[in-house]
């Protein structure tokens, strides 16, 4: 999903997933992230796809950065290949103060690579995040186990986030990129799009004259 | 991904994830209506579904294990007072299965086996690996060979990772109406490996294709399972119109932001034993090589003429378009142009049917390229599951492999209350969607269902030109003899992501006479080369498989002895476009929300604006509430 550059400066767009158990709080993430909102109550998104974040990353790049949150109403776990299609990064995320949504972490680790591959077949980078770490009774456990987790997983690494004090959520974010970044440079970029259509609005009013006769 | 219980009551509740009750959905959802969505398959779209390479060796595998019904229970304990139980159950719509692999399988047994666990999209279902064996005279497992009645399967040897034997020659038993059996000694099999133990290839003899090609290095069977996320492989084989109404409906709902499209670059057809490019644009023509000067202009003429409608026109109504062709003083060659490349129609086509479907060409070229058609990146399954998508990010709530078992009749009105799902929970509903599996037993019998005969080829070049794996293709193919079907024939590229590079993937389709295989090995073995061809040369053809699917045309939405609050959606089509499946997703929605708008434009979550925390702030964060609020 990499785009083409304009004269200096080069654009990208990507999509990232952010996926985990319901109630971990990925929708105050994507809120507090690309919003700086954070609200105690949210109802279920209804009709949000994705949320963008435009990112000057340096003078010479800007990033388009898609959020993509699991609608509430695929908590089953059978989200549609719409969803996965063409994701570059993910996050997957658990709530600190609930072990269960941990225990879920590798499964959704898993599905998420079974699902998509970046075009060289290696899977998309992902970072996880362990989420409402204001709430995190002792802050001081186990962060040799989190990295031995991660690496045993495929996680780039890992970050204690609170969407409610806005910890770590920019950091994460910008680590994420770090990789995806560096993954698109490392590739050659994938065939031209340019003969890849949309359907629009716009298509349809700029559409071309030269019908056949 | 934990199970939960799902709510108690829902407006809507839909069976199956196929086109039409995936519009459906998402038209409900979109306008504030609680969906349920279920498909007890384990992957979205159903008979519209498209499979990686490994996803659709387990589909076969699945096909051909699908006989056990499902165990009847009683639910009466969740009845009220004045209900009645309706019970349902499915009943597969593929027939004819048959595969052959003409390719080597070579020697990387292990890393082949290794992969193939890494590439599967459902992690419940084992891979399934193919072992060729192609051989023709390779006959002696045939020997304890039974007809089984219920499907072509033959289950002999079946354990756990042991050596499956599929036999699947018997195709007569299915279609009462196949009188020819002949093929029945036409011995070929398919066998099955159920492979995730490496033990499991070994008895396989690696069959060496006798007539491969030297010069070129054929595309192994491993390196097809290798690359098999590459392929996107549909069930059905369609085309869609640039202004027919399934590019209507996305462009107007929105939804068409989830999928990107390639157009279809050029119509070929199989002519005297060759293949030719259909000129259909302005440029087309006058660049054609093998259209004389005459011709070019008689063409021109004629496609000028045939956009308004005319009065010599109607004296022809009723009689063929041939003959209204032909008394146009047009040429053989542009006859065959109009008839099978444009109006897509065979010679008894009344006149007025084959201009009206020449117009529609005519009025689809040029919005998006110089062919009428477009294709889906990643393929047509994609299709049905973004009207998921966008259903569900309106709040429709889905479930796979979970089904409904029955419906409860509120017997004083006819109308369905409720339902009862796989897992025996009770939903109360307004109205219910099922896909036509379900209605079997309440067809008609007097009318017996159509099938489609369909192949899936994977070849190692183009039919036509250079590779470029660029080009899209559709291919016009009439009657290569008498009697026989016309064939509708897609040629698609790497560039559409549907098949691995260096590969194409044709799809073949027409109405059946009898089985897919009688139906369309004969062309295949014409146009391409297969071990049974005599002369090679042309593409050659790694791996294909053959199958019937009903068609979906002959289903009606309501009656089936159903209440009226239920409607029944019918299943692919033979049509290239998507007319059918819409305007029965628009007639449906209709008869359940005759007031709302079918699929107004979902808002582009750019334009989205938050507002921010006006709620009260107390208490933990809550999870999403489950009652929608639009």
Request: with cysteine; proline share 4%; aromatic share 8%.
């Amino acid at each position: 999903m990499a785009g083409g550059s304009v004269s200096e400066c080069k654009e990208y767009l990507f999509k990232v997933l952010v996926i985990g158990e319901l109630g971990v709080g990925k929708t105050s993430i994507i809120k507090r992230y690309v919003h700086q909102l954070f609200s105690q109550h949210y109802r279920a998104t209804i009709g949000v796809d994705f949320a963008l974040k435009v990112i000057n990353w340096d003078n010479k790049t800007l990033v388009r950065l898609q959020l993509w949150d699991i609608a509430g109403q695929e908590r089953f776990g059978n989200m549609t290949r719409v969803y996965y299609k063409e994701a570059v990064g993910a996050f997957v995320v658990f709530d600190v103060t609930r072990t269960s949504t941990f225990e879920a972490v590798s499964k959704w680790k898993h599905d998420l690579d079974s699902k998509v591959k970046l075009a060289n077949g290696d899977p998309i980078p992902s970072v996880l995040l362990a989420n409402k770490c204001d709430q995190m009774k002792d802050s001081s456990n186990n962060k040799t186990l989190m990295d031995k987790f991660c690496k045993d997983t495929g996680f780039l690494g890992w970050f204690e986030t609170s969407a409610k004090d806005n910890i770590n959520v920019d950091e994460a974010a910008r680590f994420l990129v770090e990789n995806i970044l560096s993954n698109d440079q490392g590739l050659p970029h994938e065939e031209s799009n340019g003969d890849r259509i949309k359907l629009d609005q716009q298509t349809v009013a700029a559409e071309s004259k030269s019908g056949c006769c | 991904m934990a199970a939960e219980d799902l709510p108690s009551e829902f407006d809507v509740v839909i069976l199956g994830t196929g086109l039409v009750e995936s519009v459906v959905a998402a038209a409900c959802s979109r306008v504030g209506q609680r969906v349920l969505h279920l498909d007890r398959r384990s992957y979205y779209a159903a008979n519209w579904a498209s499979f990686t390479f490994n996803g659709l060796l387990s589909w076969i595998q699945q096909q051909q294990d699908d006989t056990q019904p499902e165990e009847t229970q009683d639910w009466c304990d969740l009845l009220e007072e004045g209900e009645e139980l309706i019970q349902l159950s499915s009943q597969s719509s593929i027939r004819n299965l048959q595969v052959f692999t003409y390719t080597s399988k070579e020697d990387e047994v292990e890393e082949a086996s290794a992969d193939s666990v890494n590439t599967t999209e459902e992690e419940q279902h084992g891979p399934a690996s193919q072992d060729d064996d192609s051989n023709q005279e390779n006959l002696e497992n045939h020997e304890n060979q039974e007809e089984n009645k219920e499907n072509q399967v033959n289950h002999e040897n079946q354990e756990e990772n042991k050596e499956n034997q599929v036999n699947q020659e018997n195709q007569e038993e299915n279609q009462e109406n196949h009188e020819n059996q002949e093929v029945n000694h036409e011995s070929q099999e398919a066998t099955i490996t159920e492979g995730a133990e490496p033990e499991a290839e070994q008895p396989q003899s690696p069959a060496i294709p006798s007539q491969s090609e030297p010069s070129r290095k054929k595309i192994s069977f491993a390196q097809l399972e290798k690359e098999g996320r590459r392929f996107n492989i549909d069930l059905v084989s369609k085309l869609m119109y640039s202004r027919g109404s399934l590019v209507e409906l996305l462009i107007k709902s929105n939804v068409s932001r989830y999928a990107e499209f390639k157009k279809v670059s050029r119509i070929l057809t199989y002519r005297n034993g060759e293949v030719e490019q259909v000129p259909c644009t302005r440029a087309d023509v006058f660049a054609s090589r093998q259209l004389s000067v005459v011709e070019k202009r008689k063409l021109m003429r004629f496609l000028t003429s045939c956009i308004e409608e005319k009065d010599d026109q109607s004296a022809y109504n009723g009689r063929p378009y041939l003959e209204f062709l032909r008394d146009q003083k047009l040429g053989e060659n542009l006859q065959h142009f109009l008839l099978y490349s444009i109006a897509m129609v065979t010679e008894d086509t009344p006149t007025e049917v084959g201009l009206a479907s020449t117009r529609n060409f005519l009025r689809c070229l040029g919005r998006y390229g110089n062919t009428p058609f477009l294709f889906p990146l990643y393929g047509l399954g994609e299709i049905p599951q973004c009207f998921c998508r966008m259903c569900a990010v309106f709040g429709g709530i889905y479930c796979l492999r979970h089904s409904l078992r029955c419906l409860l009749l509120d017997t004083a009105t006819n109308r369905c209350k409720a339902v009862i799902d796989s897992r025996g929970q009770r939903i109360s509903c307004s109205h219910v969607l099922l896909e036509e599996n379900y209605v079997h037993e309440r067809k008609n019998v007097a009318t017996p269902p159509r099938f489609l005969s369909r192949a899936v080829l994977i070849t190692d070049s183009s039919l036509h030109g250079s590779d470029s794996e660029q080009e899209v293709s559709m291919v016009t193919i009439p009657p290569i003899t008498e009697g026989a079907p016309a064939v509708k024939m897609v040629e698609l590229s790497s560039s559409t992501m549907t098949c691995m590079s260096g590969t194409y993937l044709v799809h073949l389709n027409c109405s059946s006479v009898s089985s897919a295989y009688q139906d369309l090995s004969p062309l295949i073995t014409t146009m391409f080369s297969t071990p049974e061809s005599h002369d090679q040369g042309r593409p050659s053809v790694l791996w294909c498989l053959y199958f019937n699917m009903e068609d979906g045309s002959a289903m009606e939405v309501e009656g089936h002895d159903l209440p009226s609050n239920v409607y029944v959606c019918s299943g692919p089509d033979g049509e290239l476009g998507h007319e059918h499946a819409i305007t029965q997703a628009e007639l449906i929605f209709h008869k359940i929300l005759p007031e709302e708008d079918f699929c107004p434009p979902a808002p582009n979550p750019e334009d989205i604006l938050y507002d921010g925390g006006s709620a009260p702030s107390s208490g933990p964060e809550e999870e999403p509430s489950l009652q929608l609020e639009v």
